[in-house]
T-cell receptor, first 116, second 116 residues
Framework: NAGVTQTPKFRILKIGQSMTLQCAQD?????MYWYRQDPGMGLKLIYY???????DKGEVPNGYNVSRSTTEDFPLRLELAAPSQTSVYFC???????????????FGAGTRLSVL | GENVEQHPSTLSVQEGDSAVIKCTYS??????FPWYKQELGKGPQLIID?????GEKKDQRIAVTLNKTAKHFSLHITETQPEDSAVYFC???????????????FGRGTSLIVHP
């Protein structure tokens, strides 16, 4: 098992450019998440998905879009990149059963993005 | 929504000393409290968790305590080692009979430095 794989690891964008951060998991998890991590600010939820075809906004969704066409993949799209989107982005997945269980999240290694 | 406060933001100890990180939460319905460790350049990884029906849980050198009345929980690391140096995040979530979707709210993180 590779777990949660994020690509690319690093990226520099110019203001106004667009890009897609890729995330894939091979654990057949139903939940997937995107977080951003800024220094001293913890992890802020951008979007999450409870299954293929279902997505929902988190705490800081503005400027981002997501899609979940398969169980394995959950790409994050940045349109019109801005300097405020400079951050480290983490994708995570978890497996919650119908009865509800502990929500143990498995994180990828992150994508470090700079918008200049 | 839930609000999680974490203190201190930085903790410096000598090897062999104990370290304590404290978190408070605002939503009395929260019922699951995980702790994650993030090593440099990596994604967070679960190290211990506790449900609201338990007051304390231990796993070798780490332990977590929960005080539901006061709405705070703490991570205790004994006999610290240099490899314990990392950023630690607490989180709170609710689900199951408490309602909610088990989506966690994270604290801002504590940078633990263990000096040899």
């Amino acid at each position: 098992n590779a777990g949660v794989t994020q690509t690319p690891k690093f990226r520099i964008l110019k203001i106004g450019q667009s890009m897609t951060l890729q995330c894939a998991q091979d654990m057949n998890h139903n939940y997937m998440y995107w977080y951003r991590q800024d220094p001293g600010m913890g992890l802020k939820l951008i979007y999450y998905s409870v299954g293929a075809g279902i997505t929902d906004k988190g705490e800081v969704p503005n400027g981002y879009n997501v899609s979940r066409s398969t169980t394995e993949d959950f790409p994050l799209r940045l349109e019109l990149a801005a300097p405020s989107q400079t951050s480290v982005y983490f994708c995570a997945s978890s497996n919650l059963g119908l009865a509800g269980t502990k929500n143990i999240q498995y994180f990828g290694a992150g994508t470090r993005l700079s918008v200049l | 929504g839930e609000n999680v406060e974490q203190h201190p933001s930085t903790l410096s100890v000598q090897e062999g000393d104990s370290a304590v990180i404290k978190c408070t939460y605002s939503d009395s319905a929260s019922n699951y409290f995980p702790w994650y460790k993030q090593e440099l350049g990596k994604g967070p990884q679960l190290i211990i968790d506790i449900r609201s029906n338990v007051g304390e849980k231990k796993d070798q050198r780490i332990a977590v305590t929960l005080n539901k009345t006061a709405k705070h929980f703490s991570l205790h690391i004994t006999e610290t080692q240099p490899e314990d140096s990392a950023v630690y995040f607490c989180a709170a979530s609710k689900g199951g009979a408490s309602g909610g979707s088990y989506i966690p709210t994270f604290g801002r993180g504590t940078s633990l430095i263990v000096h040899p």
